[in-house]
């Protein structure tokens, strides 16, 4: 067993803990005075990080903002870099934390703020006295994004690799709490995130000849798992069973909808639909660049309880974050986000090579691959508040390669 000896990032975990109280607006804000602090504490070095796609994503964000601005309302083209920003900013607050504490390591930080995330939930569900599904959905899916990051890599760290943050048994149960959050939010993305990042790292862990601890470990993680889904009451498991089987029904663009209802019913095919025409039927530059920040994507089924707040029948995000990209950035800012994603699986692939801890590439690649399906599914770092732990490892995990 290895007691972890890392120090914390102190001012970093206040933030990030701060935050699960705050609004998003709230939180990028505050995010904003820790970056300009992190800036002033390095005698005003900015720290640009070495990013696969980040150069040329933020060139599309620069572009498109100058290109929205000719169009449309500052109100609106504020509105969408208020989607974009937040969480590039906490890459630059990883990478200059990295930079400026060389000797501090970003995990045990991490395992800090997980178990701050499940413990305040659980104190959350135990106030409320309620085991119904909206609201276990509403509890457990506080943060739940970040968790599922979060649990996987410490799952191997610290059952895997015998790695202790506080005491054995305290990290254990911290991981297994984090486990039920996971399942208890009821969402299906942020169980398959997880499993996603759980998979891939258990794949590159094998690799270094470890496959019969990994195949142990595997199927220990499957029977719990199992187990507590057939533990569910059946007025949480059968609407859980059949948001799982209607998955793919309503992400299926080829359906035909027709109706307020029809699309109600499969939100998130119609807003693919949607954005598939409108950009159809765009010319070849705005095909190619986008229609710049301020653009949303027009629909001609609004949701009842939206009549009134939708503006001339555009609503400004997707559940889909390519797609909101593509309408905005057009292919050359899907090329941007996909390369992000991509070029940061490739990166951690190749460092997996050549450096001696594995641990970070290893998570590099996971949490790569795993964003892209979240960002099909729910936005992934085009979204209304922070994909805070993707971005903030993004950015350190970048600069300590480059270290």
Not at 170 to 182: A, G, P, Q, S
Not at 330 to 353: D, E, R, T, V, Y
Request: aromatic fraction near 16%; include cysteine; charge should be positive.
């Amino acid at each position: 067993m290895t007691r972890s000896k890392q120090m914390i990032y102190k001012e970093m975990l206040l933030i990030m803990m701060a935050g699960t109280f705050l609004t998003p607006k709230q939180f990028f804000v505050l995010s904003i005075g820790y970056y300009a602090f992190l800036i002033i504490k390095s005698k005003g070095k900015v720290v640009f990080p070495q990013i696969p796609g980040i150069r040329l994503y933020v060139f599309v964000i620069f572009f498109t903002t100058i290109c929205g601005l000719f169009q449309y309302t500052i109100r609106n083209v504020i509105r969408d870099l208020y989607y974009i920003l937040p969480t590039f900013l906490w890459i630059l607050i990883g990478a200059s934390e990295a930079h400026r504490k060389t000797e501090i390591d970003i995990k045990k930080t991490l395992f800090f703020y997980g178990a701050f995330i499940t413990l305040k939930n659980l104190v959350m569900f135990i106030g409320r006295g309620t085991f119904d599904f909206n609201s276990l959905r509403f509890i457990f899916g506080l943060n739940v994004y970040d968790l599922g990051f979060i649990l996987p890599i410490f799952a191997i760290c610290i059952f895997l690799h015998q790695e202790i943050y506080i005491t054995k048994r305290i990290d254990r149960t911290i991981v297994m709490l984090m486990m039920f959050n996971v399942i208890l939010s009821l969402g299906r993305i942020a169980i398959l995130q997880p499993m996603i990042v759980f998979i891939i790292l258990l794949f590159m862990e094998s690799r270094e000849a470890k496959i019969k601890k990994v195949l142990r470990f595997s199927l220990a993680i499957t029977i719990v798992f199992v187990m507590f889904f057939y533990m569910m009451p059946s007025n949480i498991k059968s609407p859980l069973t059949n948001k799982i089987l209607n998955s793919f029904t309503e992400i299926d663009s080829s359906q035909n909808i027709s109706s307020v209802a029809g699309a109600m019913n499969n939100w998130r095919a119609y807003e693919i639909q949607s954005a598939q025409e409108q950009w159809k039927n765009e010319w070849i530059f705005s095909q190619l660049f986008g229609k710049g920040m301020g653009k949303g994507v027009e629909i001609q089924y609004v949701p009842y309880s939206w009549t009134g707040i939708v503006d001339e029948n555009e609503i400004p995000l997707l559940h889909n974050g390519f797609y909101t990209i593509l309408i905005k950035g057009g292919i050359i800012g899907l090329i941007s986000l996909l390369w992000l994603f991509i070029g940061n699986a490739k990166k951690g692939m190749q460092a997996f090579k050549y450096r001696n801890n594995k641990v970070y590439p290893n998570i590099l690649v996971a949490i790569s691959v795993a964003a892209i399906a979240n960002t099909y599914v729910v936005r992934g770092p085009v979204q209304q508040g922070t994909f805070l732990v993707w971005s903030l490892l993004i950015g350190w995990i970048n600069s300590w390669i480059r270290k």
